[in-house]
């Protein structure tokens, strides 16, 4: 059994404190996680766990494969 995110392209953020009116950037929003054996079943899954899809606007997602359970190491830009 294999681990899949699922993002989607269709979104915007503003930065914090920021003061616009119009969105600071798109970017990719991350719709969830799940296993199973194969990409198919595993948004099948997600689907049926996350009922409450039938109420977000958008339509395109994709996902990637997670190859291994390392521990998450986080990062700071600045």
Same mark, same amino acid.
């Given at each position: 059994?294999?681990?899949?995110?699922?993002?989607?392209?269709?979104?915007?953020?503003?930065?914090?404190?920021?003061?616009?009116?119009?969105?600071?950037?798109? #970017?990719?929003?991350?719709?969830?996680?799940?296993?199973? &054996? @194969?990409?198919?079943?595993? /948004? =099948?899954?997600?689907?049926?766990?996350?009922?409450?899809?039938?109420?977000?606007?958008? #339509?395109?997602?994709?996902?990637?494969?997670?190859?291994? &359970? @390392?521990?998450?190491?986080? /990062? =700071?830009?600045?």
């Amino acid at each position: 059994m294999s681990y899949y995110i699922f993002l989607t392209n269709k979104g915007s953020t503003y930065q914090p404190y920021s003061e616009s009116i119009e969105p600071d950037c798109n #970017n990719a929003q991350l719709i969830g996680i799940s296993s199973r &054996d @194969n990409e198919d079943a595993a /948004f =099948k899954n997600l689907k049926k766990e996350k009922i409450h899809f039938s109420t977000m606007s958008f #339509n395109d997602v994709y996902c990637y494969k997670l190859d291994s &359970d @390392n521990i998450i190491k986080y /990062f =700071k830009l600045k």
